[in-house]
């Protein structure tokens, strides 16, 4: 039996472990959590449910390449039901509410028809949309490996329509939205994918919804992470939980055991799953040397959050699904300042919250990890959420005309939560994409060490569900090849 550890249970590792697993390794997964998903997560407070992972799926639409592999996994099936947005992002403002609408031609009427003064700017952005929504991820093979059935390479075309794109790449979705004057219009565009990330991410991410990718498979992180992780369990591999891997041993440039709760643990393959930003650094004996791991360590500009969830004894299923609203008064806490707040609004969504009430999540992103990390140190801690906690109310409270009773519960989570439960770096579950720099890659197969791979999020910037399945899936093609398997 070809034996094969995996460290980690979240999408990169479930999908690592199922592939691995198909081709004839015994796998075994060890994930310091109680649960699957790593950072593709929910949690339940009070009777609601709060998501914390996946806001849509990139794959989620039948006839794409990446459904084929979802599908292939166990994520989704074509009797899993998708949840497609009729707006993809509104605007609350002035008590009016303006939408991207996901399909292109009522979104470009219902932009033409609410701000007329954008005409020429807004049949840009339709062209635009129009014109990139051929852009797919495609699964690329492992050069040289043995293949029983190959993945499709993209057309020629869509190689055209991404040096269209390149341009993009340079400027910022804010800078871009500046060609706007309504500010509805400008404020969406500039929360779709990120103010500060790359305009390309914006507009790939409208064309992939209005084609009718993006959508939300019932359930969420949660079910996604927890279909995985059963369909891996019925092909025979094993996931070992509250099992944190604390040490790789080496010997002869070779894995030889991992140290496991203290315990040692025999292995001859190791495909490293958790943040590789975080295991090169902590997981040898002396930080991974290799030529890529300072480019990673130097170059790696984590996304954080402080993330809000809502318990709220309203029924929300006035409002749209996921909106933004400028905000009477900026919220603030440490460095950080908010003019605006984007909110996902899961009343429509069955299961969520008890009767009459409404779950709703908070993104505010911001590198706030050594302000909360200072005040764990500290003792201040819990004090410091609990106060932001009643300053983030009062906020909802002015904005939304409620009162403190309305409010169920409101939950926070720092990058320190995010950390202690997923082991990622500084709490993070992203990479930013850096404006006028070409997207970060690094090798899945050591430069040193025979036996070991990486897959993750950390391996392709900006990271995200889809890296996690490419890179998996291109961590076990790699072995099969070192192994003279066929893939």
Not at 216 to 245: C, D, H, Q, T, W
């Amino acid at each position: 039996m070809n034996q094969l550890t995996i460290i980690g249970a979240g999408i990169a590792g479930l999908s690592a472990g199922i592939y691995a697993q198909k081709r004839g390794f015994q796998c075994n997964i060890y994930e310091q959590h109680i649960l699957p998903g790593g950072n593709c997560t929910s949690w339940k407070r009070k009777g609601y449910t709060f998501e914390g992972g996946l806001h849509w799926l990139t794959g989620s639409k039948i006839d794409l390449p990446l459904y084929k592999e979802w599908n292939y996994l166990g994520a989704i099936s074509p009797s899993t039901k998708i949840h497609n947005r009729e707006a993809f992002i509104s605007c609350v403002l002035d008590k009016q509410i303006f939408c991207f609408y996901t399909n292109l031609e009522r979104l470009r009427d219902h932009l033409l028809e609410i701000s007329p003064a954008d005409e020429t700017a807004i049949k840009k952005l339709y062209k635009q949309i129009r014109r990139f929504s051929n852009i797919v991820m495609p699964v690329f093979d492992v050069p040289g490996v043995k293949l029983k059935e190959h993945s499709n390479k993209p057309p020629l075309s869509m190689l055209f329509t991404m040096m269209a794109l390149a341009p993009f790449g340079k400027i910022t979705a804010k800078e871009y939205a500046k060609n706007f004057k309504h500010p509805a219009i400008r404020l969406m565009l500039e929360e779709i994918a990120g103010a500060e990330n790359k305009a390309s991410h914006m507009l790939t991410l409208l064309a992939s919804v209005c084609s009718g990718d993006g959508g939300y498979p019932e359930g969420g992180s949660a079910e996604m992470a927890k279909r995985m992780a059963k369909y891996f369990e019925k092909l025979g591999g094993k996931i070992y939980y509250s099992s944190n891997v604390e040490k790789i041993n080496i010997e002869k440039n070779k894995v030889v055991s991992i140290i496991v709760n203290g315990n040692r643990i025999d292995t001859s393959r190791l495909i490293v799953t958790n943040d590789t930003r975080e295991a090169i650094d902590t997981l040898f004996k002396n930080p991974l040397n290799e030529s890529w791991c300072h480019r990673m360590r130097q170059d790696t500009k984590p996304v954080m959050c402080t993330f809000v969830s809502i318990g709220l004894k309203k029924d929300w299923k006035h409002l749209p699904s996921n909106f933004v609203i400028p905000l009477r008064e900026t919220l603030s806490f440490g460095n950080f300042t908010y003019k605006s707040l984007f909110l996902n609004n899961y009343a429509s969504y069955s299961n969520y919250a008890p009767s009459g009430c409404t779950a709703v999540t908070c993104i505010l992103f911001g590198d706030s990890y050594s302000y909360w990390k200072k005040a764990k140190e500290n003792g201040s801690y819990l004090n410091k959420k609990k106060a932001f906690a009643e300053q983030f109310a009062n906020t909802l409270i002015s904005n939304f005309q409620l009162s403190r009773d309305d409010i169920d519960i409101i939950d926070i989570a720092t990058p320190l939560t995010f950390e202690r439960y997923c082991g990622t770096y500084h709490g993070s579950w992203m990479t930013i994409d850096e404006v006028g720099k070409k997207a970060a890659t690094y090798p899945i197969k050591s430069e040193t060490i025979s036996n070991i791979y990486f897959a993750g999020q950390r391996i392709m910037s900006p990271g995200g569900t889809p890296v996690a399945l490419v890179t998996a899936r291109q961590a076990v093609q790699y072995l099969c090849k070192d192994k003279g398997m066929p893939f």
